[in-house]
């Protein structure tokens, strides 16, 4: 009788530890991304069109990245690939739809990490990189540095064979009335033109008034299926700043932050915050050190630490675990993992057909 139970009792077991072996097999292809298109409020009284556009440009990036990761590729290759889409799209506040400075150009910033050694690269204030995360990848990757600027970024993204760009290529007429407005808001001088010139710009821009449109910084964070993370972002930084301005995003640890230990992490606000409080290494602290839950720390960042309206966070963490808060009344995002979760949003509710 004795030996009966015993040999049901490891049989059970053996069981147990192949079903156990089979799930943990099984959950080594995860992998996991979200993106972000700035934190802020953009009205709910957008043209119907204007939705469709950030609805499309959200919809390629995450398929871009989600198609990467799904495939085998590196979270690395896949934030940065995702992150040039949004750069590309006009609607976000990044590459070709960065916003004026108060001299009437786009100074751009952007970084990456690698969460498996800590690898990363950032570049500020450049003006002719078409994507500034490709100079940020390559002052990773060819470098002995973490962050370059200016001129100098600009020169090393040409040395190095990055497509360079007029500076007129990113003019966007919707940008330069938001620095109008601005500029007249605040009392400062309003430029005539851009220093390049003002291009010609079709009539069928639709008129928004005053409208908030601009959402801001984009960002991504990954987790492939080899168990590495990424985080990526890039913005135009703030409408009307002061010239050599930067913010947060291309300081690693304030707007990006990447360890596979803790968690990859993508910012979106009000940047001096983020620098001050260094928050996305934070929030990798905490998870890494506190071991505090992802949505844990992001929580208490947004909450504690930042005021209320200065932005929110994308973040991703080894376990595939997926968070996107914020403190602003929206936050433009994407979000896909390998469990079939799916979508994209600017409110409350995911964006539908």
Not at 155 to 179: C, H, T
Not at 257 to 286: H, K, L, M, P, W
Request: aromatic share 6%; charged share 20%; net charge negative.
């Amino acid at each position: 009788m004795s030996i009966r139970i015993t040999a049901r009792l490891v049989l059970s077991l053996a069981i147990m530890l192949m079903m156990s072996r089979a799930s943990v097999q099984a959950e080594e292809g995860r992998w996991a991304i979200v993106l972000h298109g700035g934190a802020g409020n953009v009205s709910k009284d957008i043209p119907p069109e204007r939705v469709q556009e950030y609805k499309q440009a959200l919809e390629k990036a995450i398929s871009t990245g989600e198609k990467i990761l799904a495939d085998g590729g590196t979270a690395l290759d896949a934030v940065q690939q995702t992150v040039m889409v949004l750069e590309d799209a006009s609607c976000f506040n990044a590459g070709r739809g960065g916003v004026f400075n108060a001299a009437g150009y786009q100074q751009l910033d952007a970084s990456i990490m690698d969460g498996s050694n800590l690898a990363c690269g950032a570049v500020s204030a450049v003006e002719q990189v078409r994507n500034p995360i490709t100079a940020a990848r390559a002052v990773m990757e060819k470098t002995p540095h973490v962050l370059l600027t200016a001129k100098d970024a600009d020169a090393f993204a040409k040395a190095s064979g990055l497509e360079i760009v007029p500076r007129s290529y990113f003019f966007n007429e919707d940008r330069w009335q938001e620095l109008v407005r601005a500029l007249k808001k605040s009392g400062r001088p309003v430029p005539a033109e851009p220093p390049y010139g003002r291009p010609k710009v079709s009539l069928a821009e639709p008129d928004l008034g005053d409208l908030d449109i601009s959402t801001g910084t984009v960002g991504c964070a990954a987790l492939d299926k080899h168990g590495n993370l990424a985080a990526a972002t890039s913005t135009g930084g703030l409408t009307g700043k002061m010239v050599g301005r930067v913010g947060d995003s291309p300081i690693i640890g304030a707007g990006t932050y990447a360890d596979n230990t803790g968690c990859a992490i993508s910012g979106t606000g009000v940047g001096e915050q983020y620098i001050r409080n260094a928050i996305c290494f934070q929030v990798n602290f905490r998870v890494r050190e506190n071991k505090q839950s992802l949505k844990e720390a992001v929580d208490h960042c947004l909450s504690k630490v930042l005021r209320p309206g200065d932005g929110g966070l994308i973040a991703v963490d080894a376990e595939g675990n997926m968070v996107l808060e914020t403190n602003t009344e929206t936050l433009t995002r994407g979000w896909s993992d390998w469990k079939g979760n799916r979508g994209v949003a600017i409110w409350d509710d995911p964006l539908e057909d």
